[in-house]
């Protein structure tokens, strides 16, 4: 057992090497990174490799569904004009999600608990939504950080405030993404020692553990949620974002 709930997100060379100031160590964060790709692209391969039938096996649903849910939540944010933005936002919430549900599996590590991890994905979105933006407005895209109508007075009030929440956007995506899934991990690992530390304490405590062992699986139900929604939610802003840039809102 770890001495401390926060352990579990230490980031351990397995195989450690460098070239002068480069290190190119394999850690278990790598590790899981390709992990969840790999997954991810041999399910699309089994899938299609063989005929889709109009009587799907379990794994074409999941996948059936996960299309679905991407491509609703584009329409419903974006509308047509965010379809071609689909291959991106659908590779994103994929791969979210199966770090978030593969990080619940036992002895495993939760990239996205790591906040480096998830502002580079936050700034994948943000720099996308900046190229998308430019390419659609030009110089007017300027006009975001200057709302219609604004005196002059205003403006030298307005333009900064609104460059400091532009700059923030990223920022705040990464975040929370990387608390949720810090906090909820941390939790169940505490929940998981004290469970631990009465059961070995023997008596009544060992017959009370069970307690703490039902919180556990409750909280693991609730940590599952939180790992599906979160995906949702990360993937539901960069819509909103792209939303914002094309129509410079």
Not at 5 to 12: A, K, N, R, V, Y
Not at 75 to 96: C, T
């Amino acid at each position: 057992m770890f001495n401390s709930p926060l352990e579990q997100f230490q980031i351990l060379p397995l195989l450690s090497f460098g070239v002068n100031l480069f290190d190119f160590s394999i850690t278990n964060a790598m590790i899981t990174t390709c992990i969840g790709l790999s997954f991810f692209l041999f399910i699309f391969y089994c899938l299609l490799s063989y005929k889709l039938n109009c009587f799907p096996t379990r794994w074409q649903l999941v996948l059936e569904s996960l299309y679905i849910s991407t491509a609703g939540l584009i329409w419903d944010s974006v509308g047509p004009k965010g379809q071609k933005y689909f291959p991106f936002l659908f590779v994103i919430f994929s791969f979210i999600l199966i770090s978030n549900v593969s990080g619940l599996v036992p002895y495993s590590f939760t990239i996205t608990s790591h906040l480096i991890q998830t502002m580079v994905l936050a700034l994948t979105v943000f720099i996308g939504v900046m190229i998308i933006c430019g390419s659609t407005h030009g110089f007017h895209m300027l006009s975001l950080f200057l709302p219609g109508g604004t005196s002059l007075v205003l403006a030298f009030l307005l333009v900064p405030i609104e460059i400091v929440s532009y700059i923030f956007k990223p920022l705040s995506l990464a975040v929370r993404l990387f608390a949720n899934m810090m906090a909820g991990h941390t939790l169940l690992k505490v929940i998981a020692g004290f469970a631990w530390s009465m059961m070995g304490s023997g008596g009544l405590l060992l017959i009370a553990h069970i307690v703490p062992l039902g919180v556990l699986v409750i909280l693991f139900g609730l940590e599952l949620a939180v790992a599906l929604i979160q995906a949702y939610v990360f993937t539901i802003l960069s819509c909103i974002y792209i939303n914002d840039a094309i129509a410079l809102h």
